[in-house]
């Protein structure tokens, strides 16, 4: 059961981390786009706008990993490299899984002082995970 909670404790970390990421790419994402109202208003434009759509891609992978979190059988030993895979398909340094996310986002990174400290927590997490095995 050691290695469940071991699982479950580097699962949450990554979670936490990309929570992070995600929060400051938003945060300046948010600021490119202009005055957005009420909370409510940012949340549907989040959701639901063309400008914010790339983003789903980062909200997806958090939605997907909160789950597994949420479900005690979902917890596999593969999970960890399933999850590090999914991640560094989108911000590196994997191969992009989707061109548009990782041309945003490396632009983000080097623009923002707060998503390059985001990133470097979500990569320090990443590095204690085991990888996937190279094919």
Request: net charge negative; with cysteine; hydrophobic share 40%.
């Amino acid at each position: 059961m050691i290695e469940g909670k071991s699982l479950r404790s580097d699962l949450q970390q990554l979670s936490r981390a990309l929570r992070a990421l995600h929060k400051a790419l938003l945060d300046v994402e948010t600021q490119y786009f202009g005055q957005v109202g009420s909370a409510l208003e940012h949340l549907q434009l989040v959701t639901s706008h063309p400008h914010f759509a790339w983003l789903q891609k980062l909200s997806g992978v958090l939605s997907e990993l909160d789950e597994c979190l949420d479900d005690e059988e979902a917890l596999v030993v593969d999970l960890e490299r399933r999850f590090r895979a999914e991640v560094e398909g989108l911000i590196g340094p994997l191969p992009p899984t989707n061109d548009d996310f990782r041309t945003r986002y490396n632009a983000m990174l080097h623009d923002s002082p707060d998503v390059a400290m985001a990133h470097g927590a979500v990569r320090k997490v990443l590095s204690q995970l085991p990888a996937h095995p190279r094919d």
